[in-house]
């Protein structure tokens, strides 16, 4: 048998402050109307910097982190669901949605008191819940003002002028529209500030997925979903942007000096769709036999943004303040803003699965990666359109795949113990017996 | 060398002891709601039907869902595992086994060494289990052993949906009222849970060899079901199809496996 | 009278490789109603729609995952099972999710000579739509073109939008003759007229479709067609067994809002002295919407009322296919809609085969609950 590599770890340093930035999101989203701030709500990838421009006392509340955060708290997340499901919705419906709503219904926030109304509602659209999500919420709370913006648009690889004019001229209609529901004149200093930082960000934020090609690798996917809902909650604030790239100078760090994210790293594995956020244990016990999830297409493209770099690599994209892009009038920043999005990695498969599949093995490949777990996640219809075909792509790439049933906000949808049966017969197909 | 190995399913406790590699003793006792008795019930019987001690037993390794639970033994493997290990050894040479017990069904696939190389089980929204049989037993009023015999008489193809087992049921009721001869419902309810497991068969990628094992390897009308459904001449099946698992287990003990739990 | 139409939907593939044979031209398969089928008709193309077979399968569960819509699993087992080899092209109009993985899973094992994912915006509400559309259906054309080999003149586009325009007309004439009491023609025999439009050379069907609605004025309506007026709504149903219960135990479907029905044909391409392309852009940004393209509100609402207004439907059954979640995000405020407006509403949960006994006895108590508000 061969001998077990072992590696030095610790605790990152900045893992508090990490919390912290969380908590003061979520606490000035319902304390910001108290000084005389307004307050919107939408999707993570609602093209926010664009409400940024009416002022800096704005703030929002990203639904699907919000409903992640609800599904942590197992207890209120089946009180949401309840409530919801009383209301007449399907149980099949998005489990995030769900828990938002249920939140909504039950008029309780997640982070203390009642649920803080927002002012409007801004929200993109690419999966078909997207928009109807806050259909139903305006409904549910008496008529919020709505703007969404469709971004489906089609592939990365297809990006023409039509389609860039298509979502650009909503951006503009949405701006008028902004100015009329809040009554604030929009400033484009402020759209250009918020759309550099998010370039930032999210480029960063692909430069620390990219540290984890290192072996050991200095991160584990466990860790990383502490860190990437940054990028998920307002990844147009400067806070963000410095937080990244704080974060990334420690991890570049780690690596210089070997520290990995587990003792024992002697199993590369990757996942798919977000985890089964009530049951997050089942990546701790990875680490009892060696292994550890490096991340995943979902925690490196949710948010980063990436490109073909000139060695062939796949690396984080180059912002376009660095590619000297133009971004002098509203029209140009928005331009590069909207381009910047559509090559979101995790915009790909909505178009096709095979798409996704290319990614997927090249993570494997640059990364190093023994084995693939995927999620099949009852609880989003988006992220779970055509697993079953990433599935076929890796099997016949040679990667051993552990596809494994949950959802990712409705706990009544998860068999604890028959998935950790499953991943016991995984780590047996591995030939990884347990440590110690 | 004596080995043992306990299978800890969900219905029943099956436990075998190996000599050498040839199958001495065996037993079978239902899964009480004190699973630890009934495993130590289980081990005991099966030592006193192979004539042995429990101090001759150089191992035991423990398998089912329960494996956890079993309380004497030196290591635990999956169900995944030890079923393909017992089919290997009863059927040299297997490159498919399904397995299907009371609360799943597996499909494996293995290479020509008989190592596991891909596997899937049964997923939400799955009629594909013995309970799912007796469930269908109790509507028709057929005792549950009798049910494959009545199904291999009919010869007509129902369409029965094999996708919910709470709308097979419902679609089941309907039957009934509709006057549907018994052995024809007999036989939809075993093609549509065939019709389940070559879904999950098609999704790991099968060929034959195929061996089929678990106790519902018992019943006629299913395996005439699968058979058809896999299109495949014949499938493999052992005598005593439920102590698959078992032997598997009593098998890797006997090659000194160490996985598991404490 | 309804024969030849039953026919068409009963043996769509012979009546496609009848087609094929007898003029030698191409089929294309298409999923969704949002395909620009004016654009194929001029390239002498013929569309057909791929619906399920409504058998259960084995062969989709390594190809999309369960928790998605019977109907896209039964739609690719069509195509995996090599139903429809006869096809030269497969293309699918950006609309939901789960459809997306029939023509992404099929148009991969299946390949096929021509293979196109149209990217039909969602927000049709928005100015900005049409533009974007016209835009992509001229890069549509450019493909078609290279695939045909023919070129797709404005003068061919007119041609094409004639005859798409022409079927609708007749279709909504057709549908307005149910409007009487009783209506002339069941729901059963409309199901068949409609399914059959989708799946046949639209030209044949017209001619068909004009001589019997010619025949109707002087039909003796069925016995079927005296029941209680109801309206279906749903996503696509073309469960003619379900339909033929109905009409059995006392009810008559006098109209519909699905997409394998009023969805389908609604409203026609207007040429306004803008270019084809710009007239068909804007015909499928107005249609009544796909419940994923109805937003930021809910048009749908509106035209169901209408429509059970008009067609004095007595109460309606929503068909709501298992897991489709567009529809189960619309269905409470349709269902709360239509009871506030006094038509009582049956929700029904529907897969790919469905358990007629059960159902009846669900539709016979709610026939039961809408005959008895009647003596009050």
């Known amino acids: 048998m061969s001998a077990i590599p072992t590696y030095a770890t610790e605790r990152l340093a900045c893992w508090d402050k990490a919390k912290e930035l969380r908590q003061r999101y979520y606490q000035r989203y319902r304390d910001i109307k108290d000084k005389g701030g307004i307050r919107w709500a939408g999707g993570a990838w609602s093209l926010g910097a664009v409400p940024a421009g009416l002022g800096r006392d704005v703030a929002c509340l990203t639904s699907e982190p919000y409903g992640a955060s609800i599904a942590f708290d197992r207890a209120f997340s089946m009180k949401c669901m309840e409530a919801v499901e009383r209301h007449g919705f399907a149980r099949d419906l998005c489990s995030y949605m769900r828990n938002y709503w249920g939140s909504v219904l039950l008029d309780r926030y997640a982070f203390g008191g009642k649920f803080p109304k ?40 297809e990006i023409d002028d039509n389609k860039i004019e298509y979502v650009v001229g909503q951006l503009l209609d949405g701006i008028e529209w902004m100015e009329k529901v809040t009554g604030r004149t929009y400033d484009d200093g402020l759209l250009a500030e918020a759309c550099i930082n998010e370039f930032q960000s999210t480029s960063t934020w692909a430069e620390i997925c990219n540290l984890n090609k290192a072996r050991p690798a200095p991160l584990d996917e466990k860790s990383m979903y502490s860190l990437y809902v940054h990028g998920t909650l307002e990844k147009h604030s400067r806070e963000v942007a410095d937080f990244y790239a704080e974060l990334r100078d420690e991890v570049a760090d780690r690596v210089a000096r070997g520290v990995g994210a587990i003792e024992h790293e002697r199993c590369r594995l990757i996942s798919d769709t977000q985890p089964p956020w009530g049951f997050l244990k089942v990546f701790r016990y990875l680490e009892d036999f060696g292994a550890l999830s490096i991340g995943s297409l979902y925690t490196f493209g949710l948010i980063g943004l990436w490109e073909d770099k000139p060695d062939g690599s796949w690396g984080p994209r180059t912002t376009p303040m660095a590619a000297g892009v133009d971004l002098g009038s509203r029209e140009k920043v928005l331009r590069a803003y909207v381009e910047w999005n559509l090559h979101k990695p995790e915009w790909q498969h909505f178009y096709s699965p095979h798409l996704k599949s290319e990614m997927m093995l090249r993570i494997c490949k640059e990364w190093n990666v023994d084995g693939v777990m995927l999620h099949y996640n009852r609880g989003c219809e988006g992220l779970s359109l055509g697993i079953a075909e990433n599935r076929l792509a890796l099997i016949e790439a040679g990667y051993p795949v552990l596809p494994f049933e949950g959802n990712m906000g409705d706990e009544r949808e998860f068999d604890e113990a028959r998935t950790m049966a499953r991943m016991d017969s995984f780590m047996e197909t591995l030939n990884l017996q347990r440590i110690g | 060398m004596i080995t043992a190995g306990i299978d800890m399913g969900a219905r029943t406790i099956k436990a075998l002891v190996l000599r050498d590699g040839e199958p001495l003793g065996k037993s079978l006792v239902l899964a009480g709601f004190d699973t630890e008795a009934s495993a130590k019930e289980a081990l005991q019987a099966a030592l006193a039907d192979a004539c042995v001690e429990r101090s001759d037993v150089s191992r035991i390794v423990a398998t089912g869902a329960g494996r956890d639970d079993a309380p004497d033994k030196d290591a635990t493997l999956t169900d995944v595992g030890c079923a393909v290990r017992g089919a290997a050894r009863l059927f040299p040479g297997v490159r498919t086994v399904i397995d299907v017990g009371a609360e799943e069904g597996r499909a494996i696939r293995c290479d020509e060494a008989g190592k596991v190389v891909d596997f899937a089980i049964n997923e939400k929204c799955a009629a594909g289990s013995g309970a799912f049989t007796e469930a269908m037993a109790r509507a028709l009023e057929v005792p549950i052993e009798d049910l494959g015999a009545l199904s291999l008489q009919s010869t007509k193809t129902i369409p029965m949906n094999a996708q919910c ?98 | ?312 439907c007595k109460g309606a059954i929503v068909i709501q296919q298992k897991f489709c979640d567009p529809h189960e995000l619309d269905t409470p405020a349709i269902k709360k809609a239509l009871e506030a407006a006094g038509v009582p509403v049956l929700l029904l949960e529907f897969d790919v085969t469905v358990p007629v006994g059960q159902f009846q006895i669900r539709v016979e108590a709610f026939l039961e609950m809408l005959e008895a508000e009647d003596l009050f």
Not at chain 2, 222 to 246: H, K, M, T, Y
Not at chain 3, 115 to 133: E, G, W
Not at chain 3, 136 to 164: H, N, P, Q, S, Y
Not at chain 3, 176 to 181: Q, S
């Open chain 1, 118 to 157: 927002p002012d409007f509602l801004w929200q993109d659209h690419i999966c078909c819940s997207h928009s109807k999500w806050y259909q139903v919420v305006s409904d549910l709370e008496g008529g919020i003002p709505y703007y969404c913006t469709d971004v489906a648009v089609g592939p990365a690889h």
């Open chain 2, 165 to 262: 087992a709470v709308f097979a049921e419902s679609e089941v009721v309907s039957m009934i009222h509709g006057n549907v001869a018994k052995p024809d419902m007999a036989r939809a309810v075993h093609d549509a849970i065939a019709s389940r497991i070559v879904s999950m068969a098609r999704k790991v990628g099968y060929s034959a060899p195929v061996v089929l094992v678990g106790g519902v390897a018992r019943n006629v009308g299913f395996v005439d079901s699968l058979r058809r459904g896999l299109e495949v001449e014949a499938l493999s099946i052992p005598e005593e199809p439920e102590f698959c698992s078992a032997l598997g287990a009593a098998l890797a003990a006997a090659e000194g496996a160490t996985g598991g739990a404490r």
């Open chain 3, 1 to 312: 009278m309804f024969e030849r139409f039953k026919e068409v939907y009963a043996q769509r593939h012979d009546y496609a490789r009848a087609w094929k044979e007898r003029t030698g031209g191409k089929l294309l398969g298409f999923f969704c109603t949002y395909v620009p089928e004016e654009i194929l008709y001029a390239a002498d193309v013929l569309p057909v729609r791929i619906l399920g077979s409504h058998e259960p399968q084995d062969v989709t569960e390594a190809h999309i995952f369960g928790m998605f819509c019977p109907f896209c699993r039964d739609c690719l087992a069509q195509g995996l099972k090599g139903r429809f080899d006869y096809l030269d092209g497969l293309m699918i109009a950006q609309s939901c999710l789960h459809i997306r993985q029939a023509y992404t899973s099929w148009e991969k094992h299946r390949p096929v000579e021509f293979s196109y994912y149209l990217n039909m915006p969602h927000k049709v509400k928005s100015p900005r739509a049409k533009k974007f559309l016209a835009g992509e259906l001229a890069g549509f054309v450019r493909a078609v073109e290279e695939w045909t080999g023919k070129t797709i003149t404005d003068e061919k586009l007119r041609e094409g939008i004639e005859v798409m325009n022409r079927s609708r007309g007749l279709m909504r004439c057709f549908y307005d003759l149910r409007r009487a009491d009783p209506p002339p023609v069941t729901g059963a025999e409309a199901l068949a007229v409609v399914l059959s439009n989708q799946m046949s050379d639209k030209r044949e069907h017209s001619d068909q479709l004009e001589q019997t609605i010619g025949k109707l004025e002087g039909r003796t309506p069925p016995e079927q067609a005296a029941g209680t007026r109801l309206l279906i709504v749903g996503s696509e149903d073309d469960d003619m067994q379900f339909f033929e219960m109905v009409e059995r135990v006392g009810g008559t479907i006098v109209t519909d809002e699905h997409c394998t029905g009023t969805r389908y044909f609604w409203n026609q391409v207007e040429l306004n002295g803008g270019s084809p392309l710009e007239a068909i852009a804007a015909r499928y940004c107005d249609r009544p919407p796909c419940p994923t393209k109805d937003w930021e509100i809910r048009d749908r609402v509106e035209h169901i009322l209408k429509l059970a207004r008009e067609w004095e």
